[in-house]
């Protein structure tokens, strides 16, 4: 039994290893849900190069870090929007959107579109990465490029 | 003497609960090996205390603070007490089905239920993972929502 509980251990580790916290891109069909639930709870994706919507619990240690971590990618790419949603007082959005875990978070760009998700603390390179291939440094450049 | 409190009481030493994980993984692997249901009850007697009371008067945390602690250096990172307290009601509820099991002479049940709990400790432990964190929105998701 002691076996079986470590090989559980074993392999639950190794899948949060895998997982937690990776950028993972929104099913076929489930982007446009996804956009109406979230624009749905007042986000306006519009605002912002890049709108990262994050599901938190009180009950969640990682969430408030991943605030912190959020916030301070804000202060150099003021493009970048956060939007901190309870979770528990919206629970049928919890639901449409398959949030099991907190902090869940959802990657919108300006034409509200999904472009990913992740659950977990996010991975510190990889959310850089995102920040900043959608969002330009400094005073946001309207349109153009790429 | 008492080493410093935290500034309040709603915040813990990150390092504390992360070490009691261990002490819990221990205790529970031990009770796995022999069978043993009053160590499985005694373990849920130090998760009710953490649960119910705060972690500020969990076993492990005391013990922590009193003997690790001081040997450590100042505290670098405190997290919210909440999730880790939740999380001890998780494993408060894993440990008494687990007693209950094998002190009722049922001990498949005592084995799984004492299993599981450790899966959870030894990954809090080892990963710092808080399971029964996570299966808070879980549990909240399943009921029915009336939320006005």
Known sequence: ?146 | MLPAHPPTGREVDVRGPRAAAWVTSAVLAVALLTGSGVLVALQAAVFAVGAFAGLRYAPYGVLFRVLVAPRLGPVREREPEAPARFAQLVGLVFAVVGAAGYLSGAPLVGAVATGLALVAALLNAAAGFCLGCELYLTVRRARPARTT
């Not at chain 1, 912190?68 to 929007?81: C, H, I, V």
């Open chain 1, 1 to 146: 039994m002691l076996g079986v509980a470590l090989a559980l251990t074993a392999v639950g580790a190794w899948w949060l290893r895998r997982r937690d916290g990776a950028v993972r891109a929104a099913e076929g069909g489930q982007e446009r849900t996804a956009t109406a639930v979230l624009e749905g709870l007042g986000v306006r994706p519009g605002d912002a190069e890049l709108t990262v919507v994050q599901f938190s619990t009180a009950f969640c240690g990682p969430c408030r870090a991943t605030r912190a971590r959020l916030q301070q990618l804000q202060a150099t790419r003021p493009g970048l929007a956060h939007v901190d949603v309870d979770a528990e007082s919206h629970l049928d959005a919890v639901r449409e959107l398959g949030v099991r875990r907190t902090p869940t978070l959802f990657y919108l760009d300006r034409a509200g579109r999904l472009i990913g998700r992740s659950s977990g603390t996010p991975r510190p390179e990889e959310l850089t990465r995102l920040v900043e291939a959608h969002v330009a440094p400094a005073p946001a450049r309207d349109g153009g490029g790429l």
